[in-house]
């Protein structure tokens, strides 16, 4: 097998376990909390500042991969279920100020345990024998180091 073949399959098998994880993603993030993974990685991305501007609309978009028009669409669906206030920008009025509800604070505040339990769960339940042992390696590797440190006692 060349190097650009097992680059290939490598790839491939990257992909798979992406999409394992993103399918579970999606399902869980729906279920719990009655979002998509584009909109819970939109309210992650506008959770950084209290108000947000059409700049930084344009910023989320690229974050999660939409158009502009696309993000405002998203915006707009997530303004219709009460996880984003929109009002009139009072420095450019034709842009507006996006503002994060409680009830969307919540949900960036459990989405990234959701995100860790369903990527580790994932990769645990891989069999070692099926996969190639570095992209294993990297896997736990980059798992491991996003684990919290367990607690000790004094």
């Known amino acids: ?7 290939s399959r490598r790839w491939r098998i990257l992909d798979g376990l992406h ?5 579970r993603i999606e399902r869980k993030l729906q279920r719990e909390f009655g979002i998509s993974t584009r909109e819970y990685y939109a309210l992650a991305a506008l959770e950084g500042g209290a108000t947000t501007t059409e700049y930084q609309v344009r910023a989320v ?7 502009s028009s696309a993000t405002s669409r998203l915006l707009s ?23 994060l509800t409680p009830m969307a604070h919540e949900v960036v505040r459990q989405g990234p345990g959701v995100l860790e339990k369903i990527t580790s ?3 645990g ?5 099926d ?10 590797t980059d798992a491991n180091a996003l684990r919290p440190a367990p607690c000790t006692a004094p």
């Open 1 to 7: 097998m060349n190097a650009s073949t097992s680059l």
């Open 19 to 23: 999409q394992q994880v993103a399918s």
């Open 61 to 67: 978009a690229r974050s999660i991969g939409l158009s």
């Open 77 to 99: 669906r997530l303004h219709n279920r009460n996880f984003i206030t929109l009002q009139v920008s009072e420095r450019d009025r034709r842009t507006p100020d996006i503002q």
């Open 121 to 123: 769960s994932v990769i």
């Open 125 to 129: 339940s891989l069999n070692p024998a």
């Open 131 to 140: 996969h190639d042992p570095d992209l294993l390696r990297w896997l736990e």
